[in-house]
């Protein structure tokens, strides 16, 4: 398919986009109305200690109005018709639109579109300084704004796939903690450990929320990937018992994430063990499966995987033993080299996983998949 003759998939994202862009336009355009009302002319953007109303401020604002609702409103609508997804994938793909997931998503989406903004917005101030516009041009401004993310939000949480959702994960993650290191007070922060950041005072809210929608996406992304092994479960691949582990694993990671967001370092006493026991419970966990995985889910992977796996594992292992017993790397490098390793492992997972799929036969698949569903 080219630019002129898109895919369904495009197609449909396309239309409901654009179907998306008039209302979020029209929200735009009557925002400001109100909010400027009276001023003869607007500033484009005006620092928050100048105490004005500006274009920035509004567009702000509407950012966090428009994106939340059409993210809810639309989240994986077309999901099914990807391009890169096989006729198989698009059938278990169906019914994959769960609460806890849209709201995570949707909230994810609108947190980074309004940062987007704002340091946009910030950037363009500090290039024309002490700019102003007219009233009337301010609210077109704000309008064609609106129009625009409403269009954007929408096509984007339209179509939202694994790959999304990984890329999300990451995206979050890195951009959150990077802010973080940006507004952090305490420049020594990083002799204690990137959890730290949660404590600071400059950098609390952003790394605790951060690592709050980490944990809500992954979970989203998570309970694909469950799908796609309770359906190998359906086939006979999997063992009961070897599903229920994955299952509650995964899951168990994604809470441990939340919870480390939630319980912040160094707070008090009781948080820090809290926040302790969810991130070594979380570890374990990951280090388990990449060592056990041959044993807990036999004959799915390739022998290539599980040699990498149980490499990940034993690195893992090793950073351990070099923080708490060798004393030869501090706390930020151990916690970088398990990220690294885990967000490694986790997308190779998901990868040979869906491959695995992929070289069953459709029929058995097909079937599986309607057995799921009668369960649900």
């Known amino acids: 398919m080219d630019a002129l003759h898109p895919s369904p998939f495009r197609s449909a994202c396309l239309r409901y986009a654009s179907l998306a862009a008039p209302p979020a336009a029209l929200v735009g355009l009557i925002v400001p109305l109100f909010l400027l009302h009276g001023m003869e002319t607007v500033a484009l953007f005006a620092a928050p200690e100048a105490g004005e109303l500006s274009i920035g401020a509004i567009c702000f604002l509407l950012t966090i109005l428009i994106a939340f609702p059409i993210c809810v409103i639309a989240y994986r609508l077309y999901s099914h ?132 929608m980490t944990g809500l996406i992954a979970l989203t992304f998570s309970r694909d990937l469950i799908d796609d092994l309770q359906v190998l479960h359906q086939m006979g691949r999997i063992p009961l018992n070897s599903f229920r582990f994955i299952r509650v694993g995964l899951t168990l990671i994604c809470i441990g994430i939340v919870g480390i967001g939630l319980f912040p370092t160094a707070i008090s006493a009781l948080s820090t063990f809290v926040h302790n026991v969810f991130a070594h419970s979380m570890a374990l966990l990951f280090i388990i499966g990449m060592v056990a995985l041959d044993r807990i889910a036999p004959d799915i992977y390739p022998a290539a995987f599980i040699r990498a796996s149980r490499i990940a594992g034993g690195v893992c292992i090793a950073a351990f033993v070099a923080y708490y017993v060798l004393r030869i790397i501090n706390f930020v490098t151990l916690e970088l080299i398990l990220f690294i390793c885990f967000g490694v492992w986790v997308y190779l997972f998901n990868r040979y996983t869906k491959n695995y799929i992929r070289a069953q036969n459709p029929h058995e698949v097909r079937r599986a998949i309607l057995g799921v569903r009668q369960l649900l």
């Open 81 to 212: 018709l990807r391009d890169d997804l096989t006729d198989i994938e698009k059938v278990i793909e169906r019914g994959r639109q769960d609460w806890i997931g849209r709201l995570a998503v949707s909230f994810a989406v609108m947190s980074i579109s309004a940062v987007a903004c704002g340091v946009g917005f910030g950037l363009i101030g500090s290039a024309f300084t002490n700019a102003r516009v007219t009233y009337l041009m301010a609210v077109v401004i704000c309008a064609a704004y609106s129009g625009t993310v409403g269009f954007a939000a929408a096509y984007y949480i339209t179509g939202l796939g694994e790959k999304n959702l990984l890329t999300l994960v990451g995206v979050v993650a890195a951009g959150g903690i990077f802010i973080s290191f940006l507004v952090a007070q305490d420049d020594e922060w990083w002799r204690e450990s990137i959890s730290f950041l949660g404590y600071d005072p400059g950098s609390s809210i952003v790394f605790n929320l951060t690592i709050i």
